[in-house]
């Protein structure tokens, strides 16, 4: 089975601080995904990486970075958290040339 | 940009029942897929079907497209409490191997 691991499952950080989020997928792909989850607003994009070293903005990429030094390593990085930075983060991943898309099981953070 | 939007945003039946979700986009796709979400959980795909297709099947569920109407449904049939969950379509434009999903329906199974 393919296994999304997001190392933090619940975060609490001030504002102002920085934010790593980790996710590790364990079957080689290539494609891995950061989206975050409001209620209401459903899951919106925030990077994606095709390779390493390679990323691309998704549809709210602002007030994010990403990292992804190897294969199977994709970080989320808040600079400098905010309270509206409080949601569900999601990291997934996808091998080229399939369609099914893996989730880890969320990292929930609150920035107060 | 929301391509995929789920309707209705909950649905509440008794188990046994069926439930029918539907999904409306708005540009052309590649394929559209069906994902379930268990309270705080990530999500699970449960079914695709691409553009060329018009039903697919796959246990109790059965998806539809129409790509003239720009939707897609979800059947859900004799449903159990252990469906309850929220449930999400995502369509795929393109060959960036990027997802959009929609908002959301909320299924709750009543025993």
């Known amino acids: 089975d393919v296994k999304v691991t997001q190392s933090s499952r619940y975060l609490v950080k001030r504002t102002g601080e920085k934010v790593f989020l980790e996710c590790v997928q364990d079957?080689?792909?290539?494609?891995m995904f950061w989206y975050r989850q409001d209620p209401g607003l459903g899951l919106r994009l925030i990077y994606f990486?095709?390779?390493?070293?390679?990323?691309e903005k998704g549809d709210i990429p602002e007030g994010y970075s990403v990292s992804r030094e190897k294969k199977e390593r994709f970080s989320l990085i808040l600079e400098s958290a905010s309270t509206n930075q409080t949601s569900m983060y999601l990291c997934?991943?996808?091998?080229?040339?399939?369609?099914?898309?893996?989730f880890g099981e969320g990292s929930w953070l609150t920035v107060v | 940009s929301q391509q995929g939007e789920e309707d209705p945003q909950a649905l509440s039946i008794q188990e046994g029942e069926n439930a029918t979700m539907n999904c409306s986009y708005k540009?052309?796709?590649?394929?559209l897929q069906w994902y379930r979400q268990n309270s705080g959980r990530g999500l699970v795909h449960l079914i695709l079907?691409?553009?060329?297709?018009r039903e697919k099947h796959s246990g109790r569920l059965r998806v539809t497209l129409d790509t003239s109407k720009k939707s897609s449904s979800l059947l859900i049939t004799a449903s159990r409490a252990a469906d309850t969950a929220s449930y999400f379509c995502a369509t795929e434009r393109g060959s960036n191997y990027k997802l959009t999903f929609g908002k959301g329906t909320l299924l709750t199974v009543n025993p």
């Open positions: 997934a991943s996808r091998k080229t040339g399939r369609d099914t898309i893996y």
């Open positions: 990486s095709y390779d390493v070293k390679m990323k």
């Open positions: 540009t052309s796709i590649n394929n």
């Open positions: 079957m080689d792909h290539e494609n």
């Open positions: 079907i691409r553009s060329n297709e």
